[in-house]
């Protein structure tokens, strides 16, 4: 069964930063690709940010220059780095991942369970 567990979210003021981290039970190469979604209240889960087994990377609009993803493949780990908070940031932040390309979001294998990013202004 392969887990994702998340971590590294908290509370902080606008402007700072934050890491997630998102560890997977296996090695991460094994997946497609890896992805970072947040979800606020009210609101649709969105993209922030992927990256695929080859590298490269995308990101969304709204986090592009503020947000990095970056990737541990010795602590099969992918990271969220996030600079510039705003307090639009503000959401539960996911990891997700899949072995198949273009496969629906509903329809994806695996996903963590979210932490929690709050940012004061």
């Known amino acids: 069964q392969v887990q994702l567990v998340e971590s590294g979210g908290g509370l902080v003021q606008s402007g700072g930063s934050l890491r997630l981290s998102c560890a997977a039970s296996?090695?991460?190469?094994?997946?497609?690709?890896m992805e970072w979604y947040r979800q606020a209240p009210g609101k649709e889960r969105e993209l922030v940010a992927r990256i695929n087994v080859g590298g490269k990377i995308n990101y969304a609009d709204f986090v592009k220059g503020r947000f990095t993803i970056s990737r541990d493949g010795a602590k099969n780990t992918v990271y969220l780095h996030m600079n510039s908070l705003k307090s639009e940031d503000t959401a539960v932040y996911y990891c997700?991942?899949?072995?198949?390309?273009?496969?629906?979001?509903?329809?994806?294998?695996?996903w963590g369970q979210g932490t929690q990013v709050t940012v004061s202004s």
């Open positions: 997700a991942a899949d072995r198949d390309l273009g496969v629906p979001i509903s329809e994806y294998a695996y």
């Open positions: 296996e090695n991460i190469f094994n997946f497609n690709f």
